[in-house]
């Protein structure tokens, strides 16, 4: 059975002449909906008008899935992606690791409640160009890091 998500990015290609022409949209809410994976159809539109996109409490674990955000909107500048169950930001494809050509202009990025685990997965944000936000609170393996005051 097709999930809410991908029914729903169905629907932004079907009306997307409607939407995104004629409202310039610029924020969209795919929150709430326990979808894990994002299909996206061939040929898929991109739309630049979308700068900001909220994904929380989902269940994708992968950044494959989330990569394709960045080729859906290739202008976003902030992404929400708060409680869920997103557990890395790497990709064994080397072109979803890309960072710099699918989240060039991505300012804000939040990761907070989710299930990431260990610092070499934030390795990736490095090539983030424009990115001068992260908000990562919540996340598990962050907890455990002793706190030093001077």
């Known amino acids: 059975m097709e999930n809410y998500c991908n029914k729903l990015i ?3 290609h079907v009306y997307s002449k409607c939407i995104f022409i004629n409202f310039r949209v610029e924020e969209i809410h795919l929150s709430l909906n326990e979808h894990d994976d994002i299909s996206l159809p061939e040929p898929f539109k991109t739309y630049p008008t979308v700068k900001k996109i909220h994904m929380s409490k989902n269940n994708i674990k992968n ?4 990569h394709k955000v960045g080729r859906l909107f290739p202008n976003l500048e902030h992404f929400v992606n708060i409680e869920s169950q997103l557990e890395n930001l ?3 494809d080397e072109e979803e690791n890309d960072m710099t050509r ?3 202009n991505m300012k804000s990025l939040a990761l907070t409640q989710t299930n990431i685990e260990g610092w070499e997965n934030f390795e990736v944000l490095k090539h983030c160009p424009a990115l001068v936000e992260l908000k990562v609170l919540g996340i598990p393996f962050l907890e455990v890091i002793p ?4």
């Open 147 to 150: 706190c030093t005051h001077s």
């Open 102 to 104: 699918m989240f060039a």
């Open 90 to 92: 790497r990709s064994d």
């Open 10 to 12: 169905q629907c932004i």
């Open 63 to 66: 950044w494959s899935e989330l």
